[in-house]
């Protein structure tokens, strides 16, 4: 059986990374190119970090 493979692309938002990972049960995702090369790969840590990143500079900001 052939899953429909799952992944996002360098101009995708985390926000849609997180909803990708979440539907299908996925600690991580490759990042794709133009022509499907893997050029990284994307998981909950780094998801992570960049929401800390972006509320912890939101709440410097008050």
């Known amino acids: 059986m052939m ?4 992944f996002v692309r360098p101009n ?3 926000v849609q990374a ?3 990972m979440h539907k299908y049960g996925l ?3 490759p990042i ?3 022509g499907m090369p893997v050029i990284g ?8 970090a ?5 509320n912890w500079d939101k709440a410097g900001e008050q």
Do not use: M, S
Not at 3 to 6: A, I
Not at 41 to 48: K, R, T, V
Not at 50 to 54: D, H, I, S, Y
């Open 50 to 54: 960049t929401w800390l990143k972006a």
């Open 12 to 14: 995708d938002t985390i």
């Open 3 to 6: 899953l429909t493979p799952v």
């Open 18 to 20: 997180f909803r990708q």
């Open 27 to 29: 600690r991580g995702l």
């Open 32 to 34: 794709v190119d133009t």
């Open 41 to 48: 790969y994307l998981d909950w840590f780094e998801i992570i």
